[in-house]
């Protein structure tokens, strides 16, 4: 199959031959449709993810059929329609007989811990408890944008932030994961401050329910106290980085929920001070689980949200190695899918 091919950190890639992979007796394998390309893969490509062995194929946000289906899965044909979270949960750890898949303890992700999506086929472990069926309305271009940014987004402000309709939501950092959270919090009725140093990602913003847009400066945290009369209620890191996370616990209100999503490096230094005063509450949210997307797609469904507006460009694989390397200069606003069949 025709793949991109990582061989060295930080250089750029190019499309190679590579040898399909195969599906596990408890896997299946997908023709990819389209793979979204996110900021988590630009980390991959360069060396920050520890578990990325050389050569690599990137790839992590994927929908698509499945192509061949492995001895011991039950429920699933070849042709079904489906996309997967960029967690794979074994099914049998003590966090999944929880209902809590989305931090596995054998967990595998395509992209990272094996070859992902950036490819012709995919792999997919333990099927029975990582796929999730396609409805017919939904396109491969928008079901590529659930498995990580929009699922994860989605969790985070709904499940582990509990936003209520009526609060101040800050979102910090209007990329694709960023963007998501917007539109998922407007939709459950509260009002948001869309925060970011691209005026496009803003524009973006704006138009997918944000109240305010506000471009990133100083005293962002005393601007976005100012607009809500005494601070955010929930406050949501989309970016990954100790000042922004510094920014978005000194924007909310007393006794606020704070939401890291953003990775942030192992050297971070945070005066929490504010946290302690405050009696804020931290929280991490990693992903979604796939027995949780229905309740997503359902809202996909009905249109009270519209993931497939966050896809601003469709590139073929011949386009990917250009995409991933331009994002060392920053990202382009909205979200890029590949689409492994298509031209450059």
Known sequence: ?????????????????????????????????????CRSDWHGWQGHDRDIRLPHVPGHEVAGTIAAVGRDVRGWSEGDRVTVPFVCACGSCEQCRDGNQQVCLRQEQPGFSYWGSFAEYVAVPWAQVNLVRLPDQLGFDEAATLGCRFATAYRAVRQVGRVAAGEWV?????GGVGLSAVMVAAAAGAAVIAIDVSPGALALAAGHGAAYTLAAGPDIAGRVREITDGGAQLSVDAIGSAQVAQSALQSLRPRGRHVQIGLLPGDVSLDLTVLISRELQWLGSHGMAAREYPEMLELVRSGAVRPAGLVTRVIGLDGAPGALAAMSAGSTPGVTVIRPGAGV
Not at 14 to 35: E, F, I, K, N, Q
Request: proline share 7%.
């Open 170 to 174: 800050a979102v910090f950092g209007c």
């Open 1 to 37: 199959m025709r793949a991109i091919l990582v061989e060295q950190f930080g250089v750029r890639p190019a499309v190679a031959d590579v040898p399909d992979p195969v599906a596990a007796d408890h896997g299946v394998t997908l023709r990819v449709a389209a793979t979204g390309l």
